[in-house]
């Protein structure tokens, strides 16, 4: 079945970025959908950390207060479906869904954010965003003083290095085979007491979640409370591509200071734009990006 409707907006994308975008929108009295598939990465993390009053609250609590919240605005419907193609045509966006809906846009906001690529290791995907993590200021404190290690290529393991050092006294780099340091960073890494492996992973062994040992291939173990990773990653969504969005080289979409991406009409906010995997950034950047596009439908009926 087709079902055909015309907003203002519609927002891919429903958790912290999107619907913060939306009641930005929705103050404004602007028509808008929000389209989700109740799938945010963080949907394992058992707690959010460093949002300001939210620290320390389940991220799926915080997504359905604001859901509340942002539902009271009556030009906003949210509909639970996954966005599987867009085009452009006569100067509106058409999106198409997995259900067989249509809907139409005159601006679409991607906050579809990205999709992690879990290394094969068994352990690793039973782990991720409860004591395999990504970063320091979103978990780090939680894990402060115990046994710690870092699990990236040589330059990421570095960077996370000089921020978790001053979180653990115990603090191991497990980096690929036959990678090189150079003399600098490896003076740097001796002196704070930083042990180096160069050791393939066999398997992560928690229980629930929580990391308690590293096996690696040739069976040397060690003991582990934590583990930052720095893993791939790919867009959630390929919808933004294919309708024209660039890319940067790190993979995020390509988006301006308002949040434009190259494709007129297309704004993209939240972690499939920046680095800065947080709660607390997507709210942010999904509230300026909403303002951005209230701002121009205003310029562009007024």
């Known amino acids: 079945m087709t079902e055909n409707q ?16 939306a009641m930005s929108l929705g103050r404004s009295m602007r028509k808008v959908l929000i ?40 030009t906003i419907t949210f509909v639970s479906d996954t966005a599987i193609s867009g085009t452009k045509t006569n100067g509106s966006f058409l999106i198409a869904t997995r259900s067989g809906k249509e809907y139409y846009s005159a601006k679409l906001i991607f906050a579809t954010g990205i999709k992690d690529q879990l290394p094969d290791i068994p352990g690793f995907a039973d782990c991720w965003g ?15 003083g115990q046994r710690t290690g870092i699990f990236a290529d ?32 490896a003076e740097k890494l001796t002196r704070n ?29 060690i003991p ?11 867009q959630s969504s390929k919808i933004p591509e294919n309708l024209g969005c660039a890319l940067t080289e790190s993979g995020h979409l390509d988006i301006d200071e308002f949040h434009r991406t190259n494709t007129d009409g297309i704004f993209a906010c939240g972690d499939n734009t920046s680095p800065m995997r947080s709660v607390a950034n997507a709210v942010y950047s999904g509230n300026f990006t909403g303002a951005i596009v209230n701002k121009l439908l205003s310029d562009e009926s007024f």
């Open 35 to 74: 389209l989700d598939n109740n799938l945010p990465c963080n949907r394992q993390t058992p707690y959010s950390h460093n949002f300001i009053t939210q620290d320390g609250i389940p991220p799926a609590k915080i997504a359905a207060q604001a859901k509340e919240q942002v539902l009271r605005y009556p």
């Open 224 to 234: 582990l409370d934590a583990l930052y990773a720095a893993i791939p990653f790919i």
């Open 6 to 21: 015309q907003f203002e907006v519609i927002i891919i994308g429903g958790s912290y970025a999107g619907l913060s975008a």
């Open 130 to 144: 409860i004591s395999v993590i990504h970063c320091p200021y979103c978990h780090g404190y939680e894990f402060k």
């Open 193 to 221: 007491g930083i042990k180096i492996l160069q050791k393939e992973i066999k398997a992560v062994v928690h229980v629930n979640g929580q990391l308690s040992e590293i096996v690696f291939i040739d069976d040397h173990r």
């Open 154 to 185: 040589v330059a990421k393991a570095f960077h996370l290095a000089t921020l978790v050092n001053n979180l653990t006294s115990d603090l191991t780099l497990i980096i690929p085979e036959g990678a090189s340091i150079d003399t600098v960073q």
